[in-house]
């Protein structure tokens, strides 16, 4: 979204446009299942889909309809049964969970009832219940980014689960015409820049506030690594090397047996994988997909390399050299399109190592944004003046040394949920998400 200026109704519709795709990708990631589907446990690790479905009229109509709104609770007996902090993934299934044909209705009725909030809401009044909720049509935006992300969610439900395929797409665009002219990585000068924002109107908490980093020299990769550089790793043995490991990483390959990203499997002479019910080639050219941050960092390790540093990423992504400014996007401050990033579950898969080049930054590092989460070194950690809004429970309980940062969005996520300051994080340890990664190295001052 490209940051409008101080006209209401600029937010308003905005925001009516924001919801209105969130619920049709909703739609989709639901419709295409029969109910006993919606309502299995396909992993242990993902909740039933119908539960997502409910958590999201649920968390629509506590902020939109009662806090914004000032209405009466539409279903508060069910406020606990779609608490993500009080039921973990494993037990959601036992719990009483409207059924598919109820929850649907539920979320279309709050959604009906939030756009009349939507359009007579002041998105310019003083700040609410302590910070700026409708201010820019905040409240709205949050909104529909969780729905983004749990569809984000849904789509590695649909990844995980088994039987055929439910779910297509028009193929990605392929490298760009100058990749194999690229150089293998960039080097990006040390000095301070910009990180975070405080003028994002949608930004979240833990982007903000805006403030100055200083970053040494270092060189990246200028495109993500590819499953073929992937599998010179595995073919060298570095799944049965503990050199490059972490510990607690060389654990998880012991116990676990991993020998390759997850969904990847000997076939021969060659490497398969299952993607959205689909068993095909492992393809050399696109970037690799499915690897927790252990991985990232042994193959990193591995390379003699590692993983670049979240202000790094974002210095790479961001930071014009003749400007001094801090851009929104790589490309720049417009919105993202077709053209420029793989985002919004357009396409299945990540585009190939070397497209988009209509996206690159302005230090030359291509596919920032989209295509695979990238995995960074860094813990996740609250920037100097952090302030929790509107919940501790979106950012500030999950900061210390547990999770790690992830950065640039993946084609499983919406525009509305991806940025250049948009930060991820999740547990070393997961493999199911969209993520892959580059790899970093320092370099001497000139």
Known sequence: MTAPGPDPDLFRSRAVEALLTARERTR????????RELTAQHSPLMSPLVWDLAHIGNQEEQWLLRTVGGHDALRPEIDSVY????????????????????????????RDRVLDVLHSAPLHSAPLHGGPLLEGGFAFGMIAQHE?????????????????????????????????????????????????????????????????????SFFIDTLPVSNGAYLRFIDDGGYTDPRWWHPEGWEQVRRHGLGAPLFWRREGTGWVRRRF???????????????????????????????????????AARHDPVSGRSLRYPWGDADPTPERANLGQRHLRPAPVGAYAAGDSPQGVRQLIGDVWEWTSSDFLPYPGFRAFPYREYSEVFFGDSHKVLRGGSFAVDAVACRGTFRNWDLPVRRQIFAGFRTARDAEPV
């Open 28 to 35: 989709v990631l639901t419709a295409c299942v029969d109910e």
């Open 83 to 110: 608490d993500a902090f009080e039921h973990p993934r494993a037990e959601r299934p036992t719990l009483p969970l409207l059924a598919p044909a109820e929850a649907r209705g539920y979320v279309a009725d709050v």
């Open 148 to 216: 983004q992300q749990h569809d984000e969610t849904m789509l590695i439900t649909h990844q995980l689960r088994r039987g055929p395929a439910a779910l297509s797409a028009p193929e990605p665009p392929p490298a760009a015409p100058d990749t194999a002219l690229l150089p293998t990585e960039v080097r990006v000068e040390g000095g301070p820049f910009t990180m975070g924002t405080s003028t994002e109107p949608w930004a979240l908490d833990n982007e903000r506030p805006a403030h100055h980093r200083f970053v040494p």
């Open 277 to 315: 019910g689909v068993v095909e080639p492992v393809p050399p050219d696109e970037p690799v997909l499915h690897v927790g941050w252990y991985e990232a960092a042994a193959y990193a390790a591995w390379a003699g390399r590692r993983l670049p540093t979240e202000a790094e990423w974002e210095k």
